[in-house]
């Protein structure tokens, strides 16, 4: 026969099970203290049960107070493990996690006894705080604890490794775990996509066994991070082939995709596959597809999806912004910052970049220094190198190069490539060849591993007629065994992209293209253009100036365009440099011949070429 419970059992068992279900029920902090003085009456203070939940809810919930747990929790004569647990988890969670790797070092002192889920909360710490020699430590204890099987903790360990970079260290692991789940293999796929690892992030993706949304997606955003975009967009198309849903993270990342190549025709493909699956436009998805219609050259889709998002942070605000100020919209950029303003949106450091950048592109000189000069004084916002960045951008393209270099030189932070970049295209297009030329050295010096640099200095020497100087600068690049960084454009025709590089004729329609090419140059020549050569580096012939000139990518995807599009349709090019005078000067008057607008985005800015003319007045 079963003992009855004392009736001072009794009382305690249901008290105990009603601050449980207070507790369990709890919405915010002062629910709690309530809840915590009646413990202290009852004697409930002292029991684990209800100070586990106690402590669950000011660790783990939205509404807690870890500073309040910790307080509880040090007051506790003997907490369980679960208690820990709880402590570590909540710590790993936070803005303090070197916190959690200090709980645990009490652990070890107390002689605690570990289970399987004190690891991975641990790990999580690690992450946070990029802690590998902690990781190894803590790897250490897994083993030497007898969890070194347990598929949970090893798991977190694996993505703990991959993510600090010692991708080695991980696909070790990798191949040690004797019974590998999704996460296993998603997680060494996230490491190798994360450096940029491509092909061997696909090797491990093609040889899951299982995939879910995650395996895609993080290949397909592995595929963006890396510039692969086009590989991106086909990977996308193949997970809807194999019958899987993209979330929201997949549709932003195949979003972005299309941005980067001016995709117009998938991206709104998959707005219109949001809209007709009823997925929210949240601010993330909301500020995928303004920055994919800003950037594939709609301004008037962008903005429709602005209106129509319901919540509007400063994200979005700014992806308007940064639309307007790449298509050269200075004053428009400008006006919606102050609507932001007015809407009590405060301004944050990539909203700076976004005008700042506006301001440089349509030459509004004043306004970007007064905005730079409040980021300080009004926003107290510490201008980073970017700033300073778009400040040199915006006083040498309108010819201060003075101005300029003085910024450079009492900037608090030192100039990196982007600082002495931006210093040298205003030489180059302001001729002042002798201050380029110091800058162009400069430039090699900060960044001797990028091509681009050694053209810009030898540029500079060509321009300057110093031939012997050019040549062996570039020498000095081969020699090196750095290489330009080719013309590329992109058009998409029909939801097909198409990729032209300099000078390439592997396109399955080439032999069509050059012959659609020299009959736009006769039309050219009739109307009284010289190709602009001064821009080629190298000391050639006139005539080879002229050939190497009309083979310019954009010049292929002009073409390409005329001849797969219907008369009057837009025809949209993005390219991944700078378009140079002469293809510049030839879209203007392609425009005009043939009664087409051509919309080409380059590396730095829209350029709408319409009826001879284009949307930078010359200013870029």
Known sequence: MTPLLSPTNQFLESNMAQTVSLLESCSSMEELKQIHAQMFKTGLVSSSIPVSKLLSFCSLSSSGNLGYACKVFDRFSSPNIFMWNIMIRGYSNSNEPEKALLLYHQMLRHSVSHNEYTFPFLLKACSCLSALEETHQIHAHILKLGFGSEVYAMNSLLHVYAITGSIRSANLLFDRIPERDIVTWNSIIKGYTKYGEMEKANEFFRSMPVKNIISWTAMISGYVSAGLSKEALNLFHEMQSAGVKPDKVTLASALSACARLGALDQGSWIHTY?????????????????????????????????????????????????????????????????????????????????????????????????????????????????????????LGRAGLLKEAKELIERMPLRPNAVIWGALLNACRVHKHLELGKQVGKLLVEEDPAHGGRYIHLASIHAAAGEWNQAVKVRRQMEDQGISKIPGCSVISLNGNVHQFIAGDGSHEDMKEIYHMWERIATRLRQEGYKPATEDLLLDLEDEEKETAIQQHSEKLAVSFGLIGTKPGAVIRIFKNLRICEDCHKVAKLISDIYDRDILLRDRVRFHLFRKGKCSCGDYW
């Open 274 to 394: 949001i809209d007709k699956n009823r997925i929210r436009i949240d601010q993330v998805l909301g500020c995928a597809l303004i920055d994919m219609y800003a950037k594939c050259g709609s301004m008037e889709e962008a903005l429709e999806v602005f209106k129509s998002t319901e919540k509007k942070n400063v994200s979005l605000w700014t992806a308007v912004i940064d639309g307007f100020g790449i298509h050269g919209q200075g004053r428009d950029a400008l006006d919606w910052f102050m609507q932001m303003l007015k809407e009590g949106i405060e301004p944050n450091a990539i909203t700076f970049v976004a005008i700042l950048t506006a301001c440089s592109h349509a030459g509004l000189v004043n306004e970007g220094k007064s905005l730079f000069q409040s980021m300080n004084t009004v926003y107290k916002l510490k201008p980073s190198i970017e700033h300073y960045g778009c400040m040199v951008d915006l």
